[in-house]
C-alpha cells in the first residue's frame, strides 16, 4: 500500500499561471513530510521538511503547506526554470531516518 | 568534495554479471543512503549507513545486493548475479545529521541497464 500518493502526475503550466501540486499520505503519526525538486539525469535536490498541521515554508516561488492528510506545494507565477519534477516523501514509521517517497509530479512551464 | 559523487554514471552489463557502484559522500557527511529508482517508481530505499554503526540494511530486496562502507567516507553496493529487474537508476546520498530532517543531498546516480 503507498503511503504518498502524488496528484497530478504531469503537469503542464504557461509561464506566470500559478497552480498547486498535491501529496496525500496515509501515514499514522507523521513525524516528517519532505519535497524535493528534481532535475532530468540529476539526483534530488531538498527544498521543504514540514512537521506539523498548518506549517507553511517558503522558497522564491515555492510556498509548501501541510494538513492532517495531505501536502500542497504552490507554485505563484512560475517560471520555465521552475520546470522538473517535484517530489513528495515522507519519514517511514518504522524506522528513524528512511524516507517512502511518491512518485512524482512531472511539471512543465512553457515561455 | 563538495557534493556526492557516484561513478560509474552509466553501466551496461549483462544478467548473470556482478557490479560495483560507488559512492564517495560530502567530506564530514556520517549518514550515507542508498536508493533505487525504477522507470515510473518513486524512489525505493535500500540501505542506510550512520558512523560507525550497524547499517540498517532492511530495505535490500534479495541477498544479491549487499553494501559496505569505510568509516565515514566512501561506500560500495555491490549487485550479484544481475537480473534485468534490478535495472534502475542507483542514487546515493548523505546527510551530515542522521535524521533526514535537513536534507539529504544526492548524487547524480548510477544508470544500471541490464541487457
Known amino acids: 500500500e503507498d503511503q504518498v500518493t502524488q496528484s497530478p502526475e504531469a503537469l503542464r503550466l504557461q509561464e506566470g499561471e500559478s497552480s498547486s501540486l498535491n501529496c496525500s499520505y496515509t501515514v499514522s503519526g507523521l513525524r516528517g513530510l519532505f519535497w524535493y525538486r528534481q532535475d532530468p539525469g540529476k539526483g534530488p535536490e531538498f527544498l521543504f521538511t514540514?512537521?506539523?498541521a498548518g506549517e507553511e515554508k517558503e522558497k522564491e516561488r515555492l510556498k509548501a503547506t501541510l494538513t492532517k492528510k495531505e501536502s500542497f506545494l504552490h507554485i505563484t507565477a512560475p517560471k520555465p526554470e521552475d520546470s522538473a519534477t517535484y517530489l513528495c516523501a515522507v519519514q517511514d514509521p518504522n524506522s528513524g531516518y528512511a524516507l517512502n517517497f511518491g512518485k512524482g509530479t512531472s511539471l512543465l512551464v512553457t515561455p | 568534495g563538495a557534493g556526492v559523487s557516484q561513478s560509474p554514471s552509466n553501466k551496461v552489463t549483462e544478467k548473470g554479471k556482478d557490479v560495483e557502484l560507488r559512492c564517495d559522500p560530502i567530506s564530514g557527511h556520517t549518514a550515507l543512503y542508498w536508493y533505487r529508482q525504477r522507470l515510473g517508481q518513486g524512489l525505493e530505499f535500500l540501505i542506510y549507513?550512520?558512523?560507525?554503526?550497524?547499517?540498517?540494511k532492511s530495505g535490500l530486496p534479495s541477498d544479491r545486493f549487499s553494501a559496505e562502507r569505510t568509516g565515514e567516507s566512501v561506500s560500495t553496493l555491490t549487485i550479484q548475479r544481475t537480473q534485468q529487474e534490478d535495472s534502475a537508476v542507483y542514487l546515493c546520498?548523505?546527510?551530515?545529521?542522521?535524521?533526514?530532517?535537513?536534507?539529504?543531498?544526492f548524487g547524480s546516480g548510477t544508470r544500471l541497464t541490464v541487457v
Open positions: 546520498a548523505s546527510s551530515p545529521s542522521p535524521t533526514p530532517f535537513y536534507g539529504y543531498t
Open positions: 514540514l512537521y506539523s
Open positions: 549507513f550512520q558512523g560507525n554503526s550497524a547499517p540498517d
